[in-house]
């Protein structure tokens, strides 16, 4: 695969993640906390460009959370390289991580709900007996 394709796929990946940590919160507002454009925040969801990695940090900041948290940093950085300076074997690695990621989130978020309803049913039943 071209390196140029593994970087868009990339791109894209990681605009969806910063589309997501912004909500419903305006792209000027974020581009104000990130000290950037609202064009240049657009360009970022949209997987034009990829933000460097202080923005990224600024952007985990904004979501309330860290970078390794936000975007998984350690699939999109390789050997301590920022992403825009990896091989294509590199990129393709980090994509491949990703992609594994973002399509097993709905299982593991559905895994956890099921767990929290489970635990809920035993305390309400635990606590139906200890009324008993």
């Known amino acids: 695969m071209p390196k140029s394709k593994i970087l868009n796929d990339v791109a894209r990946l990681v605009g969806k993640k910063i589309r997501k940590i912004r909500g419903k919160i305006g792209q000027k507002d974020l581009a104000q906390f990130i000290d950037s454009t609202k064009d240049e925040v657009s360009r970022y969801e949209k997987g034009k460009t990829i933000p460097r990695d202080e923005t990224l940090k600024k952007i985990a900041e904004y979501g309330g959370t860290s970078i390794d948290v936000a975007f998984n ?28 990621i973002l399509e097993n989130i709905d299982d593991k978020v559905i895994d956890i709900m099921e767990a929290n309803i489970n635990a809920s049913r035993h305390v309400v039943h635990d606590k139906k007996e200890n009324e008993n």
């Not at 350690?74 to 990896?86: A, F, G, N, Q, W």
């Not at 074997?89 to 491949?96: G, M, N, W």
């Open 73 to 100: 940093i350690r699939t999109l950085v390789m050997e301590d390289k920022p992403i825009y300076e990896t091989t294509g074997a590199d990129l393709k690695r980090s994509l491949d991580n990703v992609k594994d």
